[in-house]
C-alpha cells in the first residue's frame, strides 16, 4: 500500500515464450473492492503488449469468482471463455476447477 512497507497483495506475469504474457495476482481481502488490483493489472497489462515480442496478456480465474473476473475486464482484457477442469485450487478442494480465461491482444 502507497506510504507503507506493508505487503497487501502480490501480482506476477509469467513470459511464456511464445508472445504470451500469463498475469496472476492476489490481494488481501481487506483491500477488496477498491480498484487496487485493476490499477496494477491494467498497467501491466499495457507494459507487457508495449514489448515488441508479446502481443497476447490474459489471465484466469475460478468461474466463481466474479469479482476477478470483473478486475480483468477493467483492465481491458476480453472474456474468452471457460477452461474446463483447469485449475486445483487447494483452498477449494483437491479435484480441478473451471476457470475464467480472459484476454487483451494487439
Avoid at 9 to 26: D, E, P
Avoid at 53 to 73: G, H, K, P, Q, T
Avoid at 75 to 84: F, H, K, Y
Wanted: include cysteine.
Amino acid at each position: 500500500m502507497k506510504g507503507t512497507a506493508t505487503p497487501i497483495g502480490s501480482i506476477g506475469v509469467t513470459l511464456q515464450g511464445n508472445g504470451h504474457a500469463m498475469f496472476g495476482y492476489v490481494l488481501a481481502k481487506k483491500f477488496w473492492g477498491r480498484g487496487m488490483a485493476a490499477e496494477v493489472l491494467t498497467y501491466l497489462v499495457d507494459w507487457a503488449l508495449a514489448q515488441p515480442s508479446l502481443y497476447r496478456a490474459c489471465a484466469y480465474c475460478d468461474v466463481e469468482n466474479l469479482a476477478s473476473a470483473r478486475v480483468m475486464e477493467k483492465a481491458g482484457m476480453v472474456r474468452e471463455g471457460i477452461l474446463r477442469r483447469w485449475h486445483v485450487a487447494p483452498t477449494l478442494g483437491p479435484e480441478p476447477r473451471d476457470c475464467i480465461v480472459c484476454a487483451k491482444v494487439r
